[in-house]
């Protein structure tokens, strides 16, 4: 007798654990399916909010290139060169104060005339190229830092022949898939990669090129 109560007992616990173990099962699976969901969607809003800190810094180093450009006649080759040409060279900048009205205008008047009869002003000044491109607040040592992070990113320049036979000064600024998403998601970081590889594209963000002559445009435009 003692041994079959012990036995009904056993069987009862069994019964209680079987039903625990398959309320935790059920949990697990309701929990993976949620993550498989949940898992590209947070990636992927992840992911574009660090994009688009990093486009806005890579058009910055754009802005400051082009202007480098037009004064050397070639980009910088160096994120300490750029920085340095950001914080100590100046460039003229046309403060304008007043407007031909259009009574002037129909009468002929130029802004030259305007301006020796104190109507209007036209001053000259220069200014620092970061306070101009970039703004008084913007932190030139960063330019060169993946936004929120610690890592860099990587530019060259190099000269292109074109189609008509022209020598052209070009510059690529980048910063790869692996190195402002790498925290996150192997898998979709490997996704992302496998597709930009199959594409014959850039595994990242970059602006400018040193394989084609692109204008200086970035792969998301």
Same mark, same amino acid.
């Given at each position: ?8 007992? !056993?069987? #009862? ?11 935790? =099962? ?12 949940? =898992?590209?969607? %947070?990636?992927?809003? %992840?992911?574009? =909010?660090?994009?688009? =800190? !990093?486009? /806005? ?7 400051? #290139? ?9 980009? /910088? ?26 009574? #002037? ?11 020796? #009869? ?32 610690? &890592?860099?990113?990587?530019? &060259? ?10 020598? !052209? ?41 040193? &394989?084609?002559?692109?204008?200086? /445009?970035?792969?998301? &435009?």
């Amino acid at each position: 007798m003692p041994d079959e109560i012990n036995l009904k007992k !056993i069987i #009862q616990t069994m019964k209680v654990t079987f039903k625990i173990l398959l309320v935790a =099962a059920v949990v697990v699976l309701i929990y993976m399916c949620y993550r498989s969901i949940m =898992a590209p969607i %947070e990636f992927e809003q %992840e992911r574009g =909010a660090r994009e688009k =800190a !990093i486009i /806005a810094r890579l058009i910055d180093i754009r802005k400051a #290139q082009i202007e480098y450009k037009n004064k050397y006649k070639v980009h /910088a080759a160096s994120f300490e060169e750029l920085s340095r040409f950001l914080k100590e060279e100046k460039i003229p900048f046309l403060r304008k104060e007043g407007v031909l009205t259009d009574e #002037q205008l129909e009468k002929g008047m130029t802004e030259k005339e305007a301006v020796k #009869q104190g109507l209007i002003k036209r001053d000259t000044l220069w200014v620092i190229d970061k306070d101009t491109l970039l703004g008084t607040a913007f932190n030139v040592e960063c330019l060169k830092l993946v936004v929120g992070r610690t &890592e860099g990113l990587f530019m &060259e320049t190099a000269s292109l022949v074109s189609g008509s036979g022209y020598t !052209i000064k070009v510059f690529e600024a980048s910063v790869s898939y692996d190195t402002y998403l790498g925290d996150l998601d192997k898998q979709e970081v490997a996704n992302l990669k496998d597709v930009a590889t199959k594409s014959n594209k850039f595994a990242g963000l970059k602006v400018g090129s040193l &394989e084609e002559i692109n204008n200086n /445009a970035g792969n998301w &435009e």
